[in-house]
């Protein structure tokens, strides 16, 4: 089925060629060039590290644009992976998809209104207000981050919303086979490495210290950052895990019953001083049927994910200590 296209998709979400991505980055690291060299002098700009400052916005803008069409594919990955497990007519389930990943485009602007907005306030809060071009670049550069960031978030949250809308309906779910969820689980694990490679980028281009780490802020705006994709990747994955858990919670009462209704015939038959007949032997093939049903994963991620999550999340970590070494 065809999705409805987004102002994101339309715009930044959709491939484009190599050499378009390059030529855009060309363009943004040579205004950054250009302003910086005209603030400092040439030699200046890179020798006292003025370049930091200025490289920051268009490698973040650049890594947008790079991981944007990503994004945008992960969505009809699940869905496709999802639609035949789920119990309705198609043309019900094409219009409740199409309800539920439609995004309106005032609300988009309105996301990306609001990010330019915090990107100005940062930079006047954080150098004041200043009229020169150098003060100019900066600001738009930093608010057209922000911008972009604020998109990216409101749409990886429809698509969030999307597969929890997914997972509410009627869904034949085998809660041996969690394989057609684990698209969910690669979409998590993307979320998770986008935001985990913009702090990267944040940590690269930014000034850095070792004194750094004694400061209290550092670690306030750090490590809740360093927090917030194991969030994402759990939290995506979080209404799935609800739905397998139920699936698996009703086989085993029902196993249960199972288990005690064969039990107490058994009972009565020794009882009586009878033969017990294959009893025994139902009893202990239900034993082992419910061993396996509570070792079954609820989950839709893999140890492969997981430890890919693992070492992203000690990537910004190491280039910290990277950027002191350096330093040193």
């Given at each position: 089925?065809?999705?409805?296209?987004?102002?994101?998709?339309?715009?930044?979400?959709?491939?484009?060629?190599?050499?378009?991505?390059?030529?855009?980055?060309?363009?943004?690291?040579?205004?950054?060039?250009?302003?910086?060299?005209?603030?400092?002098?040439?030699?200046?700009?890179?020798?006292?590290?003025?370049?930091?400052?200025?490289?920051?916005?268009?490698?973040?803008?650049?890594?947008?644009?790079?991981v944007a069409p990503l994004l945008s594919k992960i969505g009809g990955q699940v869905i496709k992976s999802i639609r035949p497990l789920v119990d309705i007519e198609e043309e019900q389930f094409c219009n409740i998809v199409y309800k539920a990943a439609y995004i309106e485009p005032w609300k988009e602007l309105v996301a990306i209104l609001l990010g330019l907005a915090l990107g100005v306030i940062i930079v006047v809060a954080n150098i004041g207000f200043s009229i020169t071009w150098t003060a100019f670049y900066i600001t738009l550069s930093n608010a057209l981050i922000y911008g972009l960031l604020a998109w990216v978030i409101y749409v990886s949250l429809t698509d969030i919303k999307l597969t929890a809308t997914l997972l509410r309906l009627p869904l034949l779910v085998d809660p041996f086979d969690i394989a057609p969820f684990e698209p969910i689980g690669r979409q998590s694990l993307l979320l998770a490495i986008v935001f985990i490679g913009g702090i990267t980028l944040s940590l690269v281009f930014v000034g850095f210290e070792s004194i750094m780490f004694h400061r209290f802020d550092f670690w306030l705006i750090y490590l809740p950052m360093f927090m917030v994709p194991v969030v994402i990747f759990f939290m995506n994955m979080y209404p799935t895990h609800r739905v397998f858990l139920a699936a698996k919670e009703r086989e085993l009462k029902e196993i249960n019953n199972q288990s005690v209704i064969?039990?107490?015939?058994?009972?009565?038959?020794?009882?009586?001083?009878?033969?017990?007949?294959?009893?025994?032997?139902e009893i202990n093939a239900l034993s082992a049927y419910e061993q396996r049903l509570q070792s079954t994963r609820t989950w839709p991620f893999n140890f492969a994910m997981l430890r890919t999550l693992f070492f992203s999340i000690l990537v910004p970590g190491f280039t910290a200590l990277l950027r002191v070494i350096l330093g040193l």
């Amino acid at each position: 089925m065809e999705l409805p296209l987004s102002l994101f998709d339309k715009i930044i979400g959709r491939p484009r060629p190599l050499w378009l991505t390059l030529s855009i980055a060309f363009i943004l690291y040579a205004i950054a060039l250009v302003f910086g060299s005209s603030q400092y002098g040439f030699r200046e700009f890179f020798l006292n590290d003025h370049w930091r400052g200025f490289i920051v916005s268009p490698s973040i803008i650049i890594y947008i644009l790079v991981v944007a069409p990503l994004l945008s594919k992960i969505g009809g990955q699940v869905i496709k992976s999802i639609r035949p497990l789920v119990d309705i007519e198609e043309e019900q389930f094409c219009n409740i998809v199409y309800k539920a990943a439609y995004i309106e485009p005032w609300k988009e602007l309105v996301a990306i209104l609001l990010g330019l907005a915090l990107g100005v306030i940062i930079v006047v809060a954080n150098i004041g207000f200043s009229i020169t071009w150098t003060a100019f670049y900066i600001t738009l550069s930093n608010a057209l981050i922000y911008g972009l960031l604020a998109w990216v978030i409101y749409v990886s949250l429809t698509d969030i919303k999307l597969t929890a809308t997914l997972l509410r309906l009627p869904l034949l779910v085998d809660p041996f086979d969690i394989a057609p969820f684990e698209p969910i689980g690669r979409q998590s694990l993307l979320l998770a490495i986008v935001f985990i490679g913009g702090i990267t980028l944040s940590l690269v281009f930014v000034g850095f210290e070792s004194i750094m780490f004694h400061r209290f802020d550092f670690w306030l705006i750090y490590l809740p950052m360093f927090m917030v994709p194991v969030v994402i990747f759990f939290m995506n994955m979080y209404p799935t895990h609800r739905v397998f858990l139920a699936a698996k919670e009703r086989e085993l009462k029902e196993i249960n019953n199972q288990s005690v209704i064969l039990s107490r015939k058994l009972l009565e038959l020794i009882q009586r001083e009878v033969d017990t007949g294959n009893f025994p032997a139902e009893i202990n093939a239900l034993s082992a049927y419910e061993q396996r049903l509570q070792s079954t994963r609820t989950w839709p991620f893999n140890f492969a994910m997981l430890r890919t999550l693992f070492f992203s999340i000690l990537v910004p970590g190491f280039t910290a200590l990277l950027r002191v070494i350096l330093g040193l």
